[in-house]
């Protein structure tokens, strides 16, 4: 009879576990990654050289082709603001999109700068310098 028991609770134990590895990888495949090629820059950059038709490209032209996708006439900042809104880290109002952070925004801030801190990354990100 114990060991019916044990049979059980190990079932259990296996069925939660299997349960919990699929979920962490679903949300790894399906948050993190996405994630990570939508707003790398790096992503970006190695997009950029593999269409570039010859296969090299300047500094300055990479600088300047930058500017012209990440400035405020793209569609990435708008995109960006939308995306921070319907998050709810954000206010938005008016005509004139005046901007706020809300208290989610601000935890979300802090959240940034700390795993920033902590993988020593670049605090010009984190910190919007």
């Known amino acids: 009879m114990v060991s019916g028991v044990q049979d059980v609770k190990v079932r259990k134990s296996l069925y939660m576990s299997s349960i919990a590895a699929v979920v962490s990888t679903q949300l790894f495949f399906l948050s993190f990654i996405p994630l990570t090629v939508d707003r790398s820059f790096s992503v970006w950059l190695l997009a950029r050289l593999d269409g570039a038709e010859l296969k090299t490209v300047t500094v300055e032209t990479l ?22 809104e ?33 993988f020593g990354l670049q605090k010009k990100y984190a910190n919007g310098e």
């Open 63 to 84: 600088e300047k082709d930058a500017k012209e996708f990440f400035l405020a006439n793209s569609v990435e900042i708008n995109r960006r603001l939308d995306e921070q």
């Open 86 to 118: 319907r998050l709810g880290n954000l206010d938005v109002y008016g005509g004139s999109r005046s901007i706020s952070l809300t208290s989610r925004g601000k935890f979300q801030a802090l959240i940034n700068r700390i795993v920033c801190d902590f």
